[in-house]
C-alpha cells in the first residue's frame, strides 16, 4: 500500500473525470474512463504525463507552491496495466450544438451569441473545460485572463504556454493513454439531464459526431485569412488538436471574415431559422443591421 502525490490542481483534475474526490475513494472506478480506477488515473497523470513533457516540471516552484494530494494505491505502481474498456457510449441530449474551428476562429465569441440570443436555452460547456480549470488553477489566474495570456510563453511554466498545456494533458494523455473518448465521456455525464448542450470546442472527429448523433447543429467557424492560427506558438499550431474535423452533410458553416456585429447577425440567423426558432420571441435587442461595407453572407449547409 503506496500512495502517489499529486499538486492540488492536477488531483482535482483527475476528480473531475472520475466524477468523485480521487483522495475519498481512490480504489473507485472513474466515470469518463472505463476501466480505470482514479489511483490509476493519479499514477498516469503522474508518471505517463510527466515522462511526456519531463518529470522537472514536478519541480516548477509554481507547482510547487500548490498544496499536495496523497492519493493512496492499492497496488505498486506498475503492477497492472488498466486497459480501455468499451463501456456504455456517452450520449449528449437531443438538440445539441457543436461549434469547430482553428483556434481563434471564434467559437466562444458564436457561442456566447447563440446563448445570449436564445434566453439562455443552452447547456454551455466545452470538452476542454476540465483542462483549463486546470491551467488556471496551477497559475493563479482567472478564465478572463487566460484568455489574454493562453498562447504567450510563460517563464513559471519552463516556457511553455496554457494551451500547450492542456493540449498535452488533454491529447497526449487523456485521449492517448487513458480513452480515446474520455473528454466526451466527461462532458456527457456532466449535462444536466434533458438540457440541450452547447460545444463550443469542436476539435476531434468523435466530438463532432457525438453532436450529430444527439440530432442536434454541427457549425464550423471559417475564416478566409485563419491569421490567428499562424500566429500560434508552433508547440500550439502543429498539435493535432489544431487539424480540424471534416464538414460533413447537414454541417452549418459561418464565416467569420467580417465584424463581431456581422457574427452576431449570423448567429441569430441561425438561432430563427434552424435551432431554436421560438428565441425570435425573446426579448432582446435586435441583432446590427449590416454596414453597405460587409454584406451578410448566408450560413452554408456542408454537402
Same mark, same amino acid.
Given at each position: 500500500?503506496?500512495?502517489?502525490?499529486?499538486?492540488?490542481?492536477?488531483?482535482?483534475?483527475v476528480s473531475d473525470i472520475s466524477g468523485f474526490?480521487?483522495? %475519498?475513494?481512490?480504489?473507485?472506478?472513474?466515470?469518463?474512463?472505463?476501466?480505470?480506477?482514479?489511483?490509476?488515473?493519479?499514477?498516469?497523470?503522474?508518471?505517463?504525463?510527466?515522462?511526456?513533457?519531463?518529470?522537472?516540471?514536478? =519541480?516548477?516552484?509554481?507547482?510547487?507552491?500548490?498544496?499536495?494530494?496523497? @492519493?493512496?494505491?492499492?497496488?505498486?505502481?506498475?503492477?497492472?496495466?488498466?486497459?480501455?474498456?468499451?463501456?456504455?457510449?456517452?450520449?449528449?441530449? =437531443?438538440?445539441?450544438?457543436?461549434?469547430?474551428?482553428?483556434?481563434?476562429? /471564434?467559437?466562444?465569441?458564436?457561442? =456566447?451569441?447563440? %446563448?445570449?440570443?436564445?434566453?439562455?436555452?443552452?447547456?454551455?460547456?466545452?470538452?476542454?473545460?476540465?483542462?483549463?480549470?486546470?491551467?488556471?488553477?496551477?497559475?493563479?489566474?482567472?478564465?478572463? =485572463?487566460?484568455?489574454?495570456?493562453?498562447?504567450?510563453?510563460?517563464?513559471?511554466?519552463? /516556457?511553455?504556454?496554457?494551451?500547450?498545456?492542456? %493540449?498535452?494533458? /488533454?491529447?497526449?494523455?487523456?485521449?492517448?493513454?487513458?480513452?480515446?473518448?474520455?473528454?466526451?465521456?466527461?462532458?456527457?455525464?456532466?449535462?444536466?439531464?434533458?438540457?440541450?448542450?452547447?460545444?463550443?470546442?469542436?476539435?476531434?472527429?468523435d466530438e463532432g459526431d457525438l453532436v450529430r448523433?444527439?440530432?442536434?447543429?454541427? @457549425?464550423?467557424?471559417?475564416?478566409?485569412?485563419?491569421?490567428?492560427?499562424?500566429?500560434?506558438?508552433?508547440?500550439?499550431?502543429?498539435?493535432? +488538436?489544431?487539424?480540424? @474535423?471534416?464538414?460533413?452533410?447537414?454541417?452549418?458553416?459561418?464565416?467569420?471574415?467580417?465584424?463581431?456585429?456581422?457574427?452576431?447577425?449570423?448567429?441569430?440567423?441561425?438561432?430563427?431559422?434552424?435551432?431554436?426558432?421560438?428565441?425570435?420571441?425573446?426579448?432582446?435587442?435586435?441583432?446590427?443591421?449590416? +454596414?453597405?461595407?460587409?454584406?451578410?453572407?448566408?450560413?452554408?449547409?456542408?454537402?
Open positions: 500500500m503506496g500512495v502517489v502525490e499529486l499538486p492540488k490542481p492536477f488531483a482535482d483534475l474526490d480521487v483522495a %475519498q475513494h481512490p480504489g473507485r472506478p472513474a466515470n469518463a474512463a472505463p476501466g480505470w480506477t482514479a489511483a490509476d488515473l493519479a499514477q498516469s497523470l503522474r508518471h505517463d504525463w510527466g515522462a511526456i513533457v519531463g518529470h522537472g516540471f514536478w =519541480r516548477l516552484p509554481i507547482v510547487l507552491q500548490h498544496p499536495t494530494v496523497a @492519493i493512496p494505491l492499492d497496488e505498486p505502481w506498475g503492477s497492472r496495466k488498466a486497459l480501455y474498456l468499451h463501456g456504455q457510449e456517452a450520449m449528449l441530449n =437531443r438538440g445539441s450544438v457543436g461549434i469547430a474551428g482553428f483556434a481563434g476562429a /471564434g467559437k466562444d465569441t458564436f457561442a =456566447r451569441f447563440l %446563448q445570449e440570443g436564445s434566453g439562455g436555452a443552452f447547456h454551455w460547456d466545452s470538452f476542454a473545460a476540465p483542462l483549463r480549470k486546470l491551467s488556471c488553477a496551477v497559475l493563479g489566474v482567472s478564465l478572463a =485572463r487566460r484568455e489574454e495570456i493562453k498562447d504567450a510563453s510563460i517563464e513559471a511554466l519552463g /516556457g511553455r504556454t496554457m494551451r500547450s498545456l492542456e %493540449q498535452t494533458i /488533454g491529447t497526449d494523455w487523456g485521449q492517448r493513454m487513458v480513452n480515446p473518448k474520455v473528454w466526451v465521456q466527461s462532458l456527457a455525464i456532466r449535462a444536466p439531464k434533458g438540457a440541450r448542450t452547447l460545444v463550443s470546442d469542436i476539435r476531434f472527429e448523433e444527439s440530432g442536434g447543429a454541427l @457549425i464550423h467557424i471559417r475564416s478566409e485569412a485563419n491569421a490567428r492560427r499562424r500566429k500560434l506558438p508552433p508547440q500550439s499550431a502543429t498539435h493535432c +488538436s489544431e487539424d480540424g @474535423i471534416q464538414e460533413k452533410d447537414g454541417d452549418l458553416v459561418v464565416w467569420n471574415d467580417a465584424s463581431l456585429a456581422s457574427l452576431k447577425d449570423e448567429a441569430y440567423n441561425i438561432l430563427g431559422s434552424v435551432l431554436v426558432p421560438e428565441a425570435a420571441h425573446v426579448d432582446q435587442p435586435s441583432p446590427s443591421a449590416p +454596414s453597405q461595407s460587409e454584406p451578410q453572407r448566408a450560413p452554408r449547409v456542408a454537402v
